[in-house]
Every structure is written in structure tokens, then in C-alpha cells.
């Protein structure tokens, strides 16, 4: 696979990731209803810098399986494949969550140094990461990857989540949105599911092959 229609892919199944509800789109939600659009847009540069943990851990590590064991490559791609099928199967059968009617608090207004920390901390110290970043560099690794690709490929994931989380901001900052966001939750958690279910396939088919 080229650098294009790595990008491509990766480019596909991250934005519908980031959409779905999760850990860092409470917070900006959070940050922007509490705060501001300032606060939102700047705990959205964090969580964007916080990927940059998991993107160089994911590619360093996996460029040296990719140059010195080409089993342990297929090992690698077996397991990612399978984690994202499981992703995909949960995300399937995610169900409408009932809509949220609390009262969004002001809370006390950090430095922008601090609320960039805030989301830096959110995204890096998510457990769930590592294996999600692991599983999508699985689609586009082959033996004959440049190591350079795997961190262009991230980059790229960074500036995305950066741009996705800008865009949250700027329609959280009308509080009436905040609904519609919640009813579609569902709807994106299953969009992404299925994404993510051929994804895994994809990469377990080529293992087969």
C-alpha cells in the first residue's frame, strides 16, 4: 500500500473514531459549555499533542518488528485485525443513550497552559490507546514500509483530531446542538463499527492470502 491510500484509509476510519462519544469528547464538551470556545479549542490542541505519545511508541516499536521479524509482524497484524473486528462488533450494537438534562456548571477557568495539559493528560493517559493506535498502523504495514510512513501516518492522525475537535467547539459553543450530538451518538458509534469490522477483515483476509 502507497502513502496516499495509506492516508486515505487511515484518514476514513480515525475521523469516524473521533466522532464516536468517548473520554475526549466529553471533556471538550465540557471545556466548551463551561469555559468557552477558547478553553474548547485549546483542550482540543491538547488532546491532539497528546496523541504524539501513542503515534511515537506505536511507530518506533512496530518499525522494528517490521525490520526484524516478519513473523512477528504477521503476529502483530493478526492481533490488530482481531481487536478491530471487536471494535467494530461493539460498536454494531451500540444502543440510543437517553438524553442528558443536567445543568453544565461553570467551573474554575485554568491558564491556557493548564487546559492544554487537561486534554494532553486525557488523551495520553487513555488505556485504551495503545491498542487502538496498534491495531489501524496494522492496515497499511507491510515488510516493506518506510518507518517514515508510520510517523507521517501520524502526524496526519494528529492534525485530524485537532481539526474534528475544533469543529466540536465551534458548534458546542450553541449549547441546543449539545442534543443533537446526543442523539446521533448511537448512530456514529455503529457507522464506525462497521468501518472498523471491515477494516479487521481486511487485515485478517490479507494474513489468509
Known sequence: ????????????????????????????????????????????LGIALGLSVHILYSSLGLAAIIANSSSALWGIKLLGGGYLIYLGVSGLSARARPLETQVVKPVVARSPI??????????????KAPIYFVSLFTIVLSQDTPAQHLLIYGLWMMVLQLAWF???????????????????????????GGAMLLLGIKVLATRAS
Open 166 to 192: 475544533s469543529l466540536l467547539t465551534a458548534l458546542l459553543s450553541r449549547p441546543a446542538v449539545t442534543r443533537k450530538f446526543q442523539r446521533m451518538g448511537h448512530w456514529i458509534d455503529r457507522i464506525a
Open 1 to 44: 500500500m502507497d502513502l496516499y491510500q495509506g492516508l486515505l484509509l487511515i484518514t476514513s476510519i480515525h475521523l469516524l473514531a473521533a466522532a464516536a462519544p468517548g473520554p475526549d469528547f466529553v471533556l471538550v464538551s465540557q471545556q466548551t459549555l463551561s469555559n468557552g470556545k477558547r478553553a474548547g479549542l485549546l483542550c482540543s
Open 114 to 127: 493548564k487546559t492544554i495539559g487537561l486534554g494532553f493528560l486525557c488523551n495520553a493517559l487513555n488505556p
